[in-house]
């Protein structure tokens, strides 16, 4: 579902035909001639300034987290959760529901490719980011320092109780 790695995203789009480019949101669409699928190259982290790791994934992708979470989460390939990890870490408005899936869900989960994508979903580094002074910033209005706080303790919660879950 995800390719991270440049040199494989590079090959991967040498064989494919471009559909559509948009510069302003960093997007390429593509279409594999042999398999028949469409992929969608981004940066997820994109900021006008600096673009962030690049993400190469099928599209269209279902809007369901559960199911997303399934996908990605059960599979052996660590592509799939860094990937959706980068994906969503610019996504603040559902890290709440990602986390409440993951809290009904966790014991499904590889242990390893949960790991993978909390670590990726950088709700660390988005605290560190949020001002101290200011209760909410323009771009990111659903985010603020006592929620970004909940989530890293219940994330946290999360790693600890699949840790102890056997099966």
Known sequence: MYIIDHDKQIALIREMKQLRQDNKNYEVYYHHPFTN???KSFFPQADGEELGPKVLRHEPVTSDIDERLNI???SGAPENAIGLGIEWSAKPELWTSIIRSMEKNYSHYDRTQLKLLLDNLQLDEEKVGLPVDQPQQETKPEVSADLVDDLIWR?????????????
């Not at 994330?155 to 099966?167: A, L, N, T």
């Open 37 to 39: 699928q469409m992929w």
């Open 72 to 74: 990605c989460l059960r």
């Open 155 to 167: 994330s946290r919660k999360i790693r600890m109780k699949r840790f102890f879950v056997f099966g």
